[in-house]
C-alpha cells in the first residue's frame, strides 16, 4: 500500500507564492506520472499539473507560466511551486501517483488533499 501526503498549503495574498510537497511511501517498485489535482467549492475536480516518469510536464492552461511541478525521486517527493498566485487558485490541492509496489502489483493512490487560499 502506497500513502502519499500533502503538505504546505495555507493562506497567501493575491501575487503571492506557495510550495505544496507530496510524499510518497510505502514499497514503491516505480512511480509512473504523480499529478496535482485540485477541487475549488462548488467546481469539479480539475488536473492542474503532471509530471510523467520520464521527467515530461504538462500544466492546465490556467497555471502555465506560474506553477512548475518538479520531482525529487530520491525522496519520493513530488512539488509544486505556485508562483503569481489569485483568488480563484483557492481550492484544495490532491496528490496522485500511480506505479508498480512489485512485478505484477500496481497502485493508484490519492493523498488527503491540502487547501489553498488565495486572497485578494
Known amino acids: 500500500q502506497v500513502h502519499l501526503v500533502e503538505s504546505g498549503g495555507g493562506l497567501v495574498q493575491a501575487e503571492g507564492s506557495l510550495r505544496l510537497s507530496c510524499v510518497a511511501s510505502?514499497?514503491?517498485?516505480?512511480?509512473?506520472?504523480t499529478a496535482w489535482y485540485r477541487r475549488a467549492p462548488g467546481k469539479q475536480r480539475e488536473l492542474v499539473a503532471v509530471i510523467k516518469s520520464g521527467g515530461d510536464t504538462n500544466y492546465a492552461d490556467s497555471v502555465k507560466g506560474r506553477f512548475t511541478i518538479s520531482r525529487d525521486a530520491a525522496k519520493n517527493t513530488v512539488y509544486l511551486q505556485m508562483n503569481s498566485l489569485k483568488p480563484e487558485d483557492t481550492a484544495v490541492y490532491y496528490c496522485?501517483?500511480?506505479?508498480?509496489?512489485?512485478?505484477?502489483?500496481?497502485?493508484?493512490?490519492w493523498g488527503q488533499g491540502t487547501q489553498v487560499t488565495v486572497s485578494s
Open positions: 510505502g514499497s514503491i517498485v516505480s512511480l509512473n506520472a
Open positions: 496522485n501517483a500511480g506505479g508498480r509496489t512489485g512485478i505484477w502489483q500496481t497502485f493508484d493512490s
